[in-house]
């Protein structure tokens, strides 16, 4: 049966509101939410096109005939498929995951070049020193060159640095600084190559063609013949498993469509007042359990002369109706004799059986009860032998 035709109109009518309402907000929070595509987003993602999106730099490899595709798979899973031609970048990524640092370790360790970016980009470095910037004013700095490597020779580079370097490790090399603080750092761990910016500024769509930092970016990347370059997107929460292509606005309206429609559904069925069908008539004892019922009181009661006197009452009013006598209250004697002017043919205990029970009847009246229920039970089905009698003589009697 359709669930709408099962409604009344009432009911109806609210569901319609109600979904009317839903659609309405779904419409006004798709318009009033910020754009993750605008130049408010600091997220240096190669999906987005705004200020601080790395669109830009992503296509500029793409199109310079470097094998760069974006890596949006768990970051052990790339870990195990990559090798000592893997190039791997991590534009600001964040993550304090052992899983994710372990991930980092392996692809170095396996010969694989790394550039990471930021405080957390240095964090997750195997052998990484980042450090909070303290001297930094968060403004555009035209970076120096100190390094000898080839590195330190891309030119004039502009960044706006975020963090820093903790020196002390001599294998670790500053390229270039800001105000006199570590801002491009080079090292070698295992097999592979590292590389570490302060910021992701560079890359940037707005930075990207300012000065010389896509010849930085190349720089830190190496030769392109024999590599495989990989841009990380998992570390940006935009996918870190199946569920999270569901994530977002569109997901949290569908929760919360789901619970007013349960909320909507129990109210709809829950306000009536009374039930929507009849109940089931109580189920009645069968005759033999009444009987059952009664021969336990009487048992329990021990009041065999009142089940004889009952009897005899019953008898007698059904005998005086077949003899065609008005039922009055008479005697055992008197009784028999009417029987028998009626019925000749009524039998010699008649008088003997009514006798007793007359007498049980006045013992039950004085509450003096001293029958067995043995002897009341003959008693009875005395009476019901004489009943059957008088019942079959009856109609050839009144036939005669």
Known sequence: MNLLSALDAGDRRLLSWCLGIAITLAVLIGFLLPNANGNDNPLPSSYLAGRHGARAAYDTLLRSGYPVERS???????????GPDAVVIFAQPFSREPDDIKAVRQIVERGGRVLSTGFWGGYILPGGAPAPSSEFSFAPCELEPEGLDGLAGSGSVWMVPT?????????????YTCAGQPAVVEYDYGKGHVVWWASATPLENASLARAHDLDLLLSSLGPREGHHFYWDESLHGDVRSTWSYAAGPALTLLCIGLALLGLLIVFSFSRRSGPVRDLPPPQRAAPIEFVDALGALYRSAGASSTAVAV???????????LCGLRPTAISAAELAAAIHRRFPAAGSSLLADLTACEEAALNETALNETMDPRTALKLIQALHRHQETLDAAGPIRRSA
């Open 72 to 82: 949006e798979r768990p970051l052990s899973e790339l870990a195990a498929a990559a």
């Open 311 to 321: 009897a005899f009452q019953r008898f007698r009013r059904h005998a005086l109706r």
């Open 163 to 175: 963090a820093t370097w903790q020196l002390g490790n001599p294998t670790q090399r500053v390229e």
